[in-house]
Structures are given as C-alpha cells and as structure tokens.
C-alpha cells in the first residue's frame, strides 16, 4: 500500500492541478449558456421602462403670423354667428311667449266675462234693474232705423277738365283779324289764354290749352270748354267797343249748361272789364266749328273779348283783367258757391 502524502503542515490545503480547475470553469460556464437560453425562451422580452413619447417625435414646423390671424378670425367670426344666432333664438322664444300670454289672457277674460254674464241673467231678479233702465235698454235693442245715406261731395277739382281754346292759333298760320300796325288777334287770344289756363290751374283744376283745329278736340269731353276770340280792328267811324259771348245755336246738352255757362262768363267778364255786352252774333260764333266737334255733353262758348281798335288798351296793357274774367266765370259755372261776389248787376245787352 503506498504510502499516503504527506505535507508538510496539517493545515495545509492539498493543491489542485490547473487542468481540474479550467475543466471546472468550463462547465459552470457552459451550464450558465443553457440557463440564460432556456431563460429567454420562457419569459417574454420586457418592454422599455420610457416608452417613446409624442415629445420625442420631431417637431411640426411652426405657423406663419398671417395664418395664425387668419385662424383666429375665423374663429371670432364663428363666436359671433353663434351669438347672433342665440340672441334670435332668444327673441323668437319671448315672441311666442309673449304672444301665447296674449292669447290665454284674451280667453280667460271672454270665459270670465261669459260666465259672469249667465250668472247676472240667471240670478239676477227683475227687480234689480228699475222699470226706467230697462225701458232704455229694450228702445237700444229694438232695431234700429237705416242710417242716412250722406251727402254726395263736390268733385275735387283736379279731377275737372278744363279746356281752353286760343283762337286762330295752331300750324294754319291764320292771324284772325289784323290791325295796320302789325297787331293780330291770334296774338291777343294766346295771350290772354295762357293767362287763363295758369289762373285756373292756381285752383287745382286740370285745364287743357288747345290750338283753333286741335285733333285733341274731336269727341273732347270736359267739364267745361270756352273759346277765346277778339273782334275786328276794323274802323267803323265811331267806337265800338264790348265783348260777345254764344254757345251753339242748335246743340244738345246736360241740363242747359251751355246757357249757364254763357250766363257765368258774362257776368263776371263784365265786371272784371268794365265792358258792355254785344248781343250782335255772327253766323260763325253760333255755329262754331268747335261746337260740333266736341263730345255733344261737353259745355261750351266761344268769348269774343273785345274790339282790337277800341279795346286794345285793355287786350294789351291790362291782359289779365280779360283772363280774370273768363276764368272767375268758368269758376261760377263749376263752383257757384266759390265763385268771387258780384259787385256790379249785369248791364242790359245793346
């Protein structure tokens, strides 16, 4: 039996050959190798202790100033509608409101006052109301009488036709009567009828200024028409003087107007003139060509408003005494109660 080793101190530790010690790390090495494997395959991979936040994405590039306020107009102007639409919500809503109050309180009252009514007439006794009220109240239930029909008012006068005839005036080129110096009665009656239309529409009338052979004068229909003429300037060898006024001889009008007519024209023509009245007429003042052309129930004359020799002074100088004449008596004829006063009676016809 071999003999046992021996050391030299009992205390020593037996000494171990490196190729024991580098088989040994080799093993726990590879037995570390096998944990780690089956370690990995059983536990899944752990997930990140930070995970990448939306700070760690890089960064939107920033807006520029212009689109930055764009954005907020448009967010203001949203704000805005949206106000505007709330405040008419608002108003809508108080609206109805007020209107549903309206109409429940309008019911309540009819209901209130239907049934107070029934009350009063089923508990009320007769002797409640004296013999002298009720008396009053049958006269106010018994029916009454029509009501009178009123009154017809007088035609506005804008609404009244005037017409107004200058005598020999128009595109014929006819002067009337022509005195040596040059004065034509053309002149004279467009003068003074001018003068009568501005007059008469002072008052509101509609007044027409038409020509001797006017086309407007076919069937014409008016309130009233007259025809303005002067008379020769004819010396005779002593004065004449005065004013003629005719309507037709042989004409068919409402009422006799023409006669009123002519009555108004030479009454106040008189007055307004001092001139006397011829009764002298011609052929071509009582047939008249006018005459026949006109509507047959439009009154009608024809004036002659003086001699141009004898009266010239009054045509010429003083040509709105004539107009005032004419259409003061136009007015008697329209509006007797309008009409100016008469101050002088009318002379008797020479």
Known sequence: MPDAPRFEDDNQEPEVPASV???????????????????????????????????????????????LRRKHA???????????????????????????????????VAVAAGLMATIFVWWTPAQFISADVRSELSQVQAPRQAAPLPTIQPTPNWLRKI????????????????????????????????????GLRAQGFSVDLLDEFDPRLENYQAAALVSIHSNTCQNFGETVSGYLVAAAAARVTARGDDEVLVDCLARYYQQETGLERHSGL?????????????????????????????????????????????????????????????????????
């Open 163 to 198: 017409g107004i005839v200058a005598g020999h005036r128009g595109p014929e080129l006819d002067p009337g009567a022509v005195c040596p110096d040059g004065l034509t009665e053309g002149d004279i009656n467009f003068n003074i009828a001018q003068l009568v239309v501005r």
């Open 282 to 350: 011609t052929d071509d003042m009582t047939n008249y060509h006018t005459f026949r052309e006109i509507h047959p129930l439009t009154p009608a004359v024809i004036i002659e408003l003086g001699f141009l020799l004898a009266d010239r002074d009054l045509l010429t100088k003083t040509p709105e005494l004539p107009a005032e004449g004419v259409a003061n008596g136009i007015l008697c004829f329209l509006q007797p109660a309008q009409a100016p006063p008469l101050e002088t009676p009318l002379a008797a016809e020479s």
């Open 74 to 108: 448009a967010a203001l102007e949203t704000q805005r509608i949206q106000r505007v639409q709330r405040r008419r919500a608002r108003r809508r809503t108080r609206a109805v409101g007020t209107l549903g109050g309206m109409f429940r309180s309008f019911v309540v």
């Open 21 to 67: 010690t580098f088989m040994e790390m080799m093993r726990q090495a590879a037995n570390r190798a096998t944990a780690d494997a089956e370690a990995s395959a059983e536990v899944p991979p752990a997930e990140p202790d930070n995970p990448p936040s939306a700070s760690d994405a890089p960064p939107a590039p920033a807006e520029s100033p212009v689109e």
